[in-house]
Every structure is written in structure tokens, then in C-alpha cells.
């Protein structure tokens, strides 16, 4: 059995919903972040994940049956869940994880769950929009690739640069990354994801893990084609802190920097930062201008002072911009 499940095959009953269609784009917990913000904001909602995870549950799955990791995906569907019972129940059972003496020990629900439906329905898309369903998820989760990946970074320490292959390599790796492939080289899109991208009004990057969650989708030919042609305004949720491992000691400015690097044909339409995190406001008011876009400050991060996004402030910002740019 291959077929989606009724109402998931492209616009439920031919309509479009509420809002502005809209892309995520990354992985783990900054995606999770940008999501739960998003779905307060619109019901027209894609997240388009990374498929590199090498550790934990994940990497067991992905090495014992040979499928997309799916650690990434389940947090994506985690944060569509609805604020009534049933959202908050499920989002916590499939994000439970095993406590034991035996092989079942930290391996998320929500990872057998989605490999138990892509072996049952022999498609990964349909496995997810399954899930989905389930949860009543605000959304749609596509990966971006429709192959398991292996991250490869080039890591410089004290002048030497050196290269390392897979996302727990790259994050624990002493240095600082400096850019990123992938392989295989040129992995197939997944043409969802590619569609998704393609008919979007806007398309989300970050925030997250930028080497090995944000700039991945710029390596897979489909989607970067996708991400230039498309005629969706791009915006950018930097980060409220560096991630360790990947980008110690960068400046909000240096993020767009790497994102420019990577992708010097790109375009950015809006850059949303937490006014909290930016000292040197000219140096990255020069940066998005760079990227032809234009810079925003507003207070998103979380009032306890920890470095993560509150999804109600986040949410009420990005409101405002899809707003005033329509």
C-alpha cells in the first residue's frame, strides 16, 4: 500500500486553508522552535527536514534497517501538535523515549512509529502524512531528501584544517566548521519537499544548527534550484546563541556570512533577530543588506533568559511581517 491517507493528497477537498503558505526549513530543536511558532500563525505549513542524523535512536534505526533517519521528523511533527489534550498528549508520547536494560533503551516512540508505517506502507512521505493524521498535526513533515545523508564538515583548529563525516562528528569535532557537503554528492530531492518549496508564499531558514540542520538543504540540487526559483519571499530566524561545535564565538552577522558563502546567488527578503542578542547592529545591517533584504529586531527569545525562542512572541512577530509584506 502506497496511497496517502483521505484528505492528505496535495489541498485537502481542493482549498487552501488559512494564512500564507509556508516552508520551514531545517532539523532538531531550533525547527522545532520555528514550528510551533509558525503553527499558530498559519494552517498552510510544510516543515522540510534534514535527513543526516547519525546518532542516538536515529542513527541505530537508520543502521540497522537502512532508512531515512527519523529523529528529525518526529521532533517536526512533535511541535505541530495542537495546545488541546490530544495535541499535548500525543506530542509527548511520540517523543517518549525507553528507559531499560535491554535494546529498546533510548529509542523514541515516535521513531518506531514512523519506521513501523514506512514498512507497512513502503512510502516515506505516506508515513508521515499517516503520523500526521494520527496527531492531528498543524502541518505537513517532508524530509528534503529522499536518501539518508552523511554530513562531511571542514573543521579548522589551530590553523589546520581537517575533514570529518557524519553530524555527530561535526558537532563534537574540536574547531570551528568552516562549510559542509554531503553524501552522496548529489542526493534526490524529495519532490514534495521541491513542490512544497516551489508554490510557497514564504520559506523559513533557522533557526537551528546551522552547518548540520540550515545550510544541508542548499546541497541537494532539487531543492537549492527550488529555493532560488521560487517565487516565495525568504526569511531568516537567526540564532539567539552559538551552537557548540559548529559556530563558537559567531557573531549573528557571521551566520549570514556562511549562508552567503554557501548560497552566493540567494536572496533573503527579511532577517529576524532576537534585538537582545545583536551588539553590533550596523555590522549586521550591513550583512542583510548584502543578502538584499531587510533587517528585523523584536524581542522573541524566551523571559527566562535561556537561549530559545518563545513560540507566542515568535509567533506574534512573524505574524507582523507576513502581514505588512503581502
Known amino acids: ?78 511541535a505541530l501538535c495542537g495546545d488541546d489534550e490530544w495535541g499535548r498528549t500525543w506530542s509527548e508520547v511520540v517523543q517518549h523515549r525507553f528507559r531499560s536494560e535491554g535494546e529498546l533503551h533510548g529509542h523514541a516512540v515516535g521513531n518506531l512509529l514512523i519506521v513501523a508505517l514506512w514498512e507497512k506502507l513502503g512510502d516515506t512521505v505516506a508515513g508521515l502524512d499517516w503520523l500526521g493524521r494520527l496527531l492531528g498535526a498543524h502541518g505537513r513533515v517532508l524530509p528534503m531528501c529522499s536518501v539518508p545523508l552523511d554530513i562531511v564538515a571542514e573543521v579548522e583548529l589551530d590553523g589546520e584544517v581537517s575533514t570529518v563525516r557524519g553530524q555527530v562528528a561535526c558537532a563534537l569535532t574540536p574547531g570551528r566548521v568552516r562549510a559542509v557537503s554531503l ?53 531568516v530566524t537567526l540564532n539567539l546563541a552559538p551552537q557548540p561545535g559548529e559556530t563558537d564565538d559567531f557573531s549573528p552577522q557571521q551566520h549570514l556570512e556562511v549562508l552567503r558563502r554557501h548560497a552566493p546567488a540567494l536572496e ?59
Not at 301 to 326: M, T, Y
Open 1 to 78: 500500500m502506497t496511497g496517502r491517507p483521505d484528505g492528505l493528497e496535495g489541498e485537502p477537498n481542493g482549498e487552501r486553508g488559512d494564512g500564507p503558505r509556508v516552508v520551514a526549513l531545517g532539523g532538531g530543536h531550533g525547527l522545532y522552535a520555528s514550528l510551533s511558532a509558525l503553527r499558530r500563525v498559519t494552517t498552510e505549513l510544510t516543515a522540510v527536514v534534514t535527513v543526516a542524523d547519525d546518532g542516538g535512536s536515529s542513527g541505530r534505526l537508520r543502521r540497522e534497517l537502512g532508512v531515512v533517519p527519523p529523529g528529525d521528523l518526529r521532533m517536526a511533527l512533535a
Open 183 to 235: 553524501v552522496p554528492e548529489e542526493p534526490p530531492a524529495c519532490p514534495e519537499a521541491v513542490r512544497a518549496v516551489l508554490d510557497a508564499d514564504w520559506v523559513v531558514f533557522g533557526p537551528g544548527s546551522w552547518f548540520t540542520s540550515v545550510l544541508p538543504h542548499l546541497k541537494v540540487p532539487e531543492l537549492a534550484e527550488a529555493l532560488h526559483a521560487t517565487r516565495a519571499r525568504r526569511l
Open 268 to 326: 533573503i527578503d527579511v532577517v529576524l533577530a532576537d534585538r537582545g542578542v545583536v551588539e553590533e547592529r550596523e555590522e549586521l545591517e550591513k550583512a542583510v543588506t548584502e543578502l538584499g533584504g531587510e533587517l528585523v529586531l523584536a524581542d522573541v527569545a524566551a523571559p527566562d533568559g535561556s537561549p530559545r525562542h518563545d513560540p507566542r512572541r515568535l509567533a506574534s512577530v512573524l505574524e507582523e511581517i507576513f502581514r505588512k509584506k503581502r
